[in-house]
């Protein structure tokens, strides 16, 4: 039986759903931000938790929309955008990162003219 509460969180969700669609909600929760020096990945649009600096970065692959893989780690936050998997030249654990930058192709570009390879 369907009750109010279980309308009122499946609304929410579809609230949810779109706003991220839409606006890129998530982006303003985390995000990976180009910089000169690399990409920084930040909580709340100015947190700064990491930063992945071009001289470790092996090579960037253009997955498309979609990859699925257990060592990676997952830092996609914009849906129907494309997806970069990026290969860490030194990692401890985790070596692989999907990203899903606000615009692909100044991404491609600034990774281009540091000297980093595509696949």
């Known amino acids: 039986m369907i009750t109010t ?3 009122i969180i499946m609304l929410g969700m579809c609230l949810f759903v779109f706003l991220s ?3 890129d909600a998530l982006s303003y929760i985390y995000d990976a931000k180009l910089r000169d020096y690399g990409i920084d990945f930040v909580l709340l649009s100015y ?3 990491y930063t992945l600096k071009f001289s470790n970065i092996e090579h960037v692959k253009d997955v498309g929309g979609g990859y699925l893989c257990l ?5 996609k ?4 955008h494309t997806t970069f998997l990026i290969r860490k030249k030194k990692g401890w654990i985790i070596r692989q990162l999907l990203i899903t930058p606000s615009d692909s192709n100044a991404f491609v570009t600034l990774l281009s003219s540091k000297g980093i390879k595509f696949l």
Not at 71 to 75: I, S, W, Y
């Open 21 to 23: 669609w839409r606006y």
């Open 5 to 7: 509460v279980t309308i």
């Open 77 to 80: 936050n914009r849906f129907f």
């Open 71 to 75: 060592n990676v780690f997952n830092f």
């Open 47 to 49: 947190l700064k938790v």
